[in-house]
């Protein structure tokens, strides 16, 4: 039977085959198009712990499907599909495959915390925003997000140096995002800049760029911070189970 | 001298009773059909009570002990009312053990059934012996046994709540709330996260009707601090594929279908008007509500008062009732039975 309605169907869960027999009859091409079942086989018990081991998303648990973030929601206002409500109802329950599906528009929030000021509960959904677009990076889901590599260059660089050295920070963030430096706006800004002769900035600027300027006796809590970072890191390797996850991975492409 | 007040039922509401007329001296017979004083929470062995956390054993205990020792209560056990007559100050009631009492006025609580999950055969009770209710948890855990698959004595990795079972289904002519529900189900499942903190515990739910200050203590705490899950849907069926109890339903927020595998699954039975109300309204010429419990009358006018000038009502006799308020409610009947007696005595 052909299906007419499609529309009404996601197109995932429609299978055509080119070439099947079953039990004898041949049920190949579009004549024999397969609906995939939408049923629910399974909760996914981890994905609320995973969630709330990254910072912001502690208290998402706390959540009762009330919709006050949906509905206070700057981004929502402009896509309809962008639901914190249904998104944190998802992690709970852990439908995995359902909040991979909008994957890619997670990370569109733009953290104004109307939510944050709206929830009755203290869920602070714009924190489980932001955990769940990084927990969706670190499982490889999506890849890093530029607002990512910001923050990465500008971790690194305090940790390094102490201190913020703002050129020092565009050229890496271009670079990593693999973005020209050369932008027709940075342009136009060092174009009006020079007009009128800095003298003392540009030679500041200049010196900047050549010798790195650096925090007093910073060593000490540079190596504390990072510390700190590690310790971080290590924990959430550990509750995402990403060491099992890199291991799979690597048996999948040896196989 | 004059005549004792008759008190149906041993449960909370008629320990009570029995107990405000104890103070003042005023004469009362427990006219109880079990072997034992305490209701529901004893017979049934509940485990810890809503809102206080004491164990049903010692908080209703306590109560069967004070009631007990008390020189102006008579107990009378396994027997029922099977005649009565007269009027209010001059009652005479027959007991199936073949005793006959003059009574001047009595306080009915006779209290409620738990509703049988055979009638809801499409959840499983019955079929599979991990299928069970409510009161089969509380005596799993007042037992001291602990949460336990009955099949095999497994302990559950997952276990499914199921609220409204014999509530709220006109399917079964069962159109109330059985008013305690959500919050016992809400207390059980943190006592099971508890217990066995590797079990996931899901509660399928209609609305949650956590009322009053239990929101905080129950709905909430079970949320923030044990990670209870809560999911808008009613089960459309519980079935096994041999090894795990399989959960049918739709979930509601995601518009989508599931069939979930669980360990265990509870009934959160509901509260059924006591089955014995038809003969109790006609032996004691009392009226019943439209759902089979008995008829209040005269709500602003007075405590506890049903059709039959004299005879009085407590508890969830009623209707749905907690513990504490079937308590109040037989505090309240004693005392509408003294203000009686008083009237009759200047009258």
């Known amino acids: 039977m052909p299906i007419h309605e499609k529309s009404l169907i996601r197109p995932e869960n429609l299978t055509t085959h080119e070439e099947l027999v079953l039990d004898g009859v041949d049920v190949s091409g579009h004549w024999s198009t397969f609906i995939e079942t939408r049923v629910v086989k399974d909760y996914n018990e981890d994905m609320q712990d995973e969630i709330a081991a990254l910072p912001g998303g502690e208290h998402i648990h706390r959540c009762w499907q009330c919709g006050s973030c949906t509905n206070a929601c700057t981004v929502n206002a402009l896509n309809p599909d962008f639901n914190p409500r249904y998104w944190i109802y998802l992690i709970r329950m852990g439908y995995e495959s359902e909040l991979l599906r909008d994957k890619d528009i997670i990370w569109q929030c733009v953290s104004c915390n109307k939510c944050t000021y709206a929830c009755p509960r203290d869920v602070f959904p714009e924190g489980v925003m932001k955990a769940t677009a990084h927990w969706l990076e670190k499982k490889g889901h999506t890849e890093k997000s530029p607002s990512t590599h910001f923050d990465e260059v500008f971790t690194e660089q305090i940790v390094s140096t102490g201190k913020i050295e703002e050129s020092r920070t565009m050229r890496r963030f271009f670079s990593r995002t693999g973005q020209a430096l050369a932008q027709p706006w940075m342009i136009e800004m060092v174009k009006r800049m020079l007009r009128g002769l800095p003298v003392g900035m540009l030679t500041r600027m200049g010196l900047a760029t050549l010798i790195a300027p650096k925090t007093n006796d910073w060593s000490k809590a540079s190596a504390a911070i990072q510390e700190y970072i590690d310790e971080q890191h290590d924990k959430q390797v550990q509750a995402l189970s990403l060491a099992e996850l890199v291991e799979t991975a690597k048996q999948d492409v040896a196989a | ?347």
């Open chain 2, 1 to 347: 001298m004059s005549k004792p007040v008759l008190i149906i039922g041993g449960g909370p509401s008629g320990l009570a009773a029995a107990h405000s007329l104890a103070t003042v001296g005023k004469e009362c017979v427990i006219v109880e059909k079990e072997d034992r004083l305490g209701g529901a929470p004893i017979l049934s062995g509940y485990a810890k009570l809503v809102p206080t956390g004491e164990w049903a054993k010692d908080a209703i205990g306590g109560m069967v002990k004070r009631v007990e020792e008390a020189s102006s209560v008579s107990i009378v056990t396994g027997a029922t009312v099977t005649g009565f007559d007269g009027t209010p100050g001059d009652f005479t009631a027959e007991l199936s053990n073949g005793d006959s009492l003059e009574v001047e006025s009595v306080i009915v609580c006779s209290g409620f059934t738990h509703f049988d999950s055979v009638n809801k055969p499409e959840w499983g009770f019955g079929t599979y012996e991990d299928v069970v209710t409510t009161t089969q948890v509380e005596q799993m855990i007042s037992s001291g046994q602990g949460v336990r698959c009955p099949s095999d004595g497994r302990k559950p990795q997952r276990v499914a709540i199921l609220l409204c079972v014999g509530s709220r289904d006109r399917q079964i002519g069962r159109e109330w709330c059985s008013k305690i529900c959500c919050t016992v189900s809400s207390n059980i499942a943190m006592e099971i996260r508890e217990e066995l903190p590797d079990c996931h515990v899901y509660i399928y739910y209609m609305d949650i009707r956590t009322f009053g200050l239990y929101e905080t203590k129950y709905y909430w705490k079970s949320q923030e601090e044990f990670k209870v899950k809560y999911i808008k849907a009613r089960i459309a069926e519980v079935t096994s594929d041999g090894e795990k109890l399989i959960v049918k339903g739709e979930d509601t927020l995601v518009k989508r279908p599931i069939t979930i595998p669980f360990d265990m699954v509870v009934h959160a039975v509901g509260m059924d008007p006591n089955v014995d109300n038809p003969t109790i309204s006609q032996t004691l010429g009392i009226d019943l509500e439209s759902n089979g419990y008995i008829d209040v009358a005269n709500r602003y006018g007075s405590m506890g008062a049903t059709s039959r000038p004299g005879v009085f009502v407590a508890g969830s006799a009623t209707g749905p009732e907690t513990i504490d308020d079937s308590i109040t409610q037989g505090h309240a009947a004693a005392m509408a039975v003294l203000s009686g007696a008083k009237a009759l005595k200047s009258a």
